[in-house]
């Protein structure tokens, strides 16, 4: 089967760096994404990473490094309205068009 | 603009009522999913069409059953819904790349409430 895991909190004040990590288990892997959920909103897409190394997109990096089936999201700069979960999620296993997500880790950010 | 809807934002049913959740999208995406989000339990996929009429159970399907007529609509169907059925229900849509990112897009989540 396939799992993952990541911290279920993270606290930070504003402007501050955080990273959160998450590392799986899989039989195939495609490749490890990111989402951002704010509370009652939908998930949405922030990142991917397919090979090792870094993905920058603005504030938010991923880094992913398959031989040792860990990956990170780093948040740079933080604001208020990073306090949001946020979710890896893995292709892999018995198809690639399906993502297993971890269960997430809700990021406090303070002023 | 991508857009996944949801047929309710927020749902009440009683124990052993027969409960239908639509779903639609506009993007022409072949990948369509529906997903439960418990706390702490992050979201667990039900079931996933990747293209008309077609089906695949994912890890939680029991006590569930799907309908893909139209490429652009997905259905959830609870045959009789019970108390561990009450949930927030999140579906989502993809167009399937093998070789790259395929992005989810979801709704905006029905919180179902069985009594």
């Known amino acids: 089967g396939q799992s993952l895991e990541q911290p279920s909190e993270v606290t930070a004040v504003e402007g501050a760096i955080v990273q959160i990590n998450c590392t799986y288990q899989?039989?195939?892997?495609?490749?490890l994404s990111w989402y951002q959920q704010h509370d009652g909103g939908a998930p949405t897409f922030l990142s991917y990473?397919?090979?090792?190394g870094l993905e920058e997109t603005g504030r938010f990096s991923s880094f992913l490094s398959r031989s040792d089936s860990y990956g990170y999201l780093l948040l740079q700069e933080l604001q208020m309205k990073d306090s949001a979960s946020y979710f890896c999620?893995?292709?892999?296993?018995?198809?690639?068009?399906?993502?297993?997500f971890g269960t997430g880790t809700r990021l406090l950010v303070s002023p | 603009d991508v857009k996944v809807t949801q047929s309710s934002r927020y749902l009440v049913k009683r124990t052993g009522e027969k409960v239908f959740l639509e779903c639609v999208q506009d993007?022409?995406?072949?990948?369509m999913f529906w997903y439960r989000q418990d706390p702490g339990l992050g979201l667990r996929l039900i079931y996933f069409?990747?293209?008309?009429?077609?089906?695949e159970k994912g890890d939680i399907p029991e006590g569930y059953s799907v309908s893909r007529e139209k490429k652009e609509r997905f259905s959830l169907i609870l045959e009789s819904a019970s108390t561990n059925q009450t949930s927030m229900y999140l579906c989502?849509?993809?167009?399937?790349?093998?070789?790259?990112?395929?992005?989810?897009?979801f709704g905006p989540g029905t919180r179902l409430t069985v009594l």
């Open positions: 989502a849509s993809s167009f399937p790349r093998k070789s790259s990112t395929d992005t989810q897009y």
């Open positions: 899989t039989s195939g892997f495609y490749g």
């Open positions: 990473n397919a090979l090792d």
């Open positions: 999620a893995v292709r892999g296993g018995t198809g690639f068009q399906k993502l297993v």
């Open positions: 993007m022409d995406h072949e990948n």
């Open positions: 069409s990747y293209d008309v009429k077609m089906k």
